[in-house]
């Protein structure tokens, strides 16, 4: 199509070298992976996990306060909360160099203390960290970064000062 519409001035062959020059350079990083990503990919895990009690595979007590329903609807509620922090974390420069696995898992683990998910949850995803060279030390300073700029978003929850935002222009 593109050929045609140069008309003869540059051949389909000619395009295709341009574009595999292109795809090389570019290091054939054409749609690198993103903070939503990863988030994207982990929550269907967690919701698998969860047995029809409310529990994790994993979990020993079979006694919860809360019902499976009542997880699921912590859990999407978590999503919902994950997929905000992480579009905040556009707004910060200090996310720039983070690894976008990294924002994820501060964004999820930072939903999960918010919406008082049962910890072996928080310890399932921490698992598969460890699983995938995750590293810890950057989600805990990037949770703490989203902590920061969800109180400063949300004031109406806390009243906080956010570091990464200043009053001055």
């Given amino acids: 199509m593109i050929a045609s519409m140069c008309k003869g001035e540059v051949t ?23 903070p939503m990503n990863f ?13 029809s009690d409310g529990t994790t595979p994993r979990s020993s007590s079979r006694k919860r ?15 919902d909360l994950s997929t905000f922090l992480v579009e905040l974390s556009v707004c910060a420069y200090p996310f720039i160099m983070a690894k ?5 898992v501060a964004a999820m683990l930072y939903s999960f203390d918010h919406f008082d998910i049962p910890q072996d949850v928080h310890e399932h995803v921490k698992e598969i960290c460890s699983q995938h060279d995750v590293n ?13 700029l969800y109180r400063a978003a949300m004031p109406q929850e806390e009243e906080v000062s956010c570091p990464l935002i200043s009053d001055e222009e």
């Fill in 12 to 34: 389909v062959s000619q395009i295709e070298t341009m574009e595999l020059q292109i795809m090389k350079d570019l290091q054939w990083h054409l749609f690198p992976p993103t």
């Fill in 39 to 51: 988030i994207n990919n982990l929550y269907p895990l967690l919701s698998a996990t969860l047995s």
């Fill in 100 to 104: 976008p696995s990294s924002i994820a």
């Fill in 65 to 79: 306060s809360r019902h499976y329903g009542d997880m699921e609807r912590d859990l999407q509620d978590s999503l």
């Fill in 136 to 148: 810890m030390i950057e989600v805990e300073t990037c949770e703490t970064l989203l902590g920061d």
